[in-house]
């Protein structure tokens, strides 16, 4: 399988000529959902969902499908009918040869006066986990950990300590589109030195295979 990193929470999952995108939000490239066979959508902020750009890669593939929370399901579904799913905690599915698990519910804590909204995160062919906003601990053991490095409600402390509880071998830096090039040093050595595995960050458009 192969992993591509795009802006910010965004990523691209390639394998046997199928496509899976995960959060091609405000934050990303227009494009970085076309040419999707299965797209994956955390929660509702705009950072990780953009309707517009859903549309587009939806009506650019007729075979491509979208599986989400009820939220933004709910917001997609009557354009394309049979062709949003929505899921929650515990659920699995197979989609273009991916395997699918769901974890988690809430988002984040941003501060105790914000209500908080549903999150799920995905474990794609049970080796890559994206937690989406939200620092879920899936059940399952995970070798590529998409670790959200910089948000309004993390702090390093918080990172660091998600990556010993998950134990992944590797974790690949996303959620960075407002951590700027004078923090990445800093952020780079702290968690590689504490978190207890692998620790990188690819730039956008830059790929990996796992």
Sequence with gaps: ??????????????KDGQTLVIDPGAFTEEDAALGADVILVTHEHIDHFNEQRLRAALESNPAAALWTLRSVADQMAAAFPGRVHTVGHGDRFTAAGFDVQVHGELHAVIHPDIPRIANVGYLVDGSVFHPGDALTVPEHP???LMLPVHAPWNKISEVIDYVREVKPRRAVDIHD???TDLARPIYDSQIGALGGAEHGR???GESTDL
């Excluded at 399988?1 to 390639?14: D, F, P, Q, V, W």
């Design 1 to 14: 399988m192969r992993l591509t990193k795009k802006k910010h929470a965004c990523i691209r999952l390639e």
């Design 142 to 144: 995970v070798d590529t």
């Design 177 to 179: 589109a407002l951590l």
């Design 202 to 204: 690819l730039t956008p």
